[in-house]
């Protein structure tokens, strides 16, 4: 898909198709079951790219949310363009649809380590602080009330950020929880602005310069 992306919306990348890798396998056996509708998630929708993915199976029925109004005006432009139905709700994280449960569930969270502090603006699509856990952590609390009896989360985030600590939070809300997909990439230019602080945090080797992403799945037990 062709999409619009203003100045300062994060852009589709590597992690993004990776979680769409998996994210189609759930839709497709989602939406061959007989159920009037799959109820789709996706909480930080950026330009819109996932939401547009699962608006294209029969019978899903998506919404998306993003903190930014340039992100959210990008997605519905971007649904308007291909004739997809997709909601594109403005709000922080799962906020806008608090008491709302989903078949499933997609997040690419912001999950850069980074050694400034959040002051708002473009930097918010991929900033997490200083250990890349600022939005897991509340994505990973906020997961099990928005998953109905057998929903499903799938969420990428790199393994610098640390896998364990979202496995153990998801699996203490009550999910079992497993890494579904792995890659290795090279550092994009914002880690490799903070490689030397990452060395000195011994979080990479000298020269390092590659990190895994992984996807996330978890379900109710």
Known sequence: MRLLRPRGVYAPQEDTELLAQAAR???????AEPRPAVDVLDVGTGTGAL???AAGCPGARVTAVDISWRAVLAARLNAWRLGLPVTVLRGDLTTPVRGRRFDLVLSNPPYVLSPAPL???????????ADGRQILDRLCADAPGLLTESGVLLLVQSALSGVDPTLDMLRDGGLSARVELRTTIPFGPVMARHAAWLEQRGLIGPEERKEDLVVIRAQRD
């Not at 396998?25 to 939406?31: D, M, N, P, Q, V």
């Not at 002051?119 to 602080?129: H, I, L, Q, S, V």
């Open 51 to 53: 939401a547009l993915m």
């Open 25 to 31: 396998g759930e839709l497709r056996r989602l939406c």
């Open 119 to 129: 002051r708002g603006g473009p930097e918010r699509a991929w900033n997490a602080g």
